[in-house]
């Protein structure tokens, strides 16, 4: 199973990674969290997203041990050009770094604002993951497409 019904938990393991990262990259890194976990009410896999914005991508690469010594590992741009992409296995965290001024830190906070404030939203979003979740049971890859669709009229408002 990877859809999970709302957790509280998720806002403390967001503020532990964020305080986490913002001690070891002093001023070098803004974090936001994103994602299904950041909207109080709203099933999401057991997992935390969490935006990074930096002024300089380049230096991610660089310091990209320092993040290996948080335990999380780099992905490279894993599909999204422009992003920095890290796993974290432990607190099933992934970290997501775009250098200031992409459009997808715009995107990811959008997303998060629009549904914190729209509880028919949240309520329409739960009922399509319930329903894709029972229709790909062992098919991640499928569930995460038929969701685009929510995620792109989103994006659109």
Not at 65 to 89: D, S
Request: hydrophobic content about 40%; some cysteine.
């Amino acid at each position: 199973m990877y859809l999970f019904p709302p957790n509280s938990q998720w806002q403390v393991d967001f503020e532990i990674e964020k305080n986490a990262l913002e001690l070891n990259f002093l001023g070098e890194i803004e974090i936001f969290h994103v994602g299904s976990t950041a909207v109080k009410g709203l099933w999401a896999k057991d997992c935390i997203d969490l935006l990074g914005v930096v002024k300089e991508l380049s230096k991610v690469q660089i310091l990209s041990l320092n993040f290996g010594n948080l335990g999380y590992i780099y992905k490279g741009e894993y599909g999204i050009q422009g992003r920095a992409y890290f796993t974290k296995q432990y607190r099933k965290a992934h970290l997501h770094i775009f250098q200031q001024g992409d459009e997808n830190i715009e995107k990811h906070l959008k997303f998060v604002n629009l549904m914190r404030d729209n509880s028919d939203l949240i309520s329409e979003f739960n009922t399509l993951k319930q329903e894709l979740h029972t229709r790909y049971p062992k098919d991640k890859a499928s569930y995460q497409n038929a969701k685009a669709f929510f995620y792109n009229r989103i994006n659109n408002l």
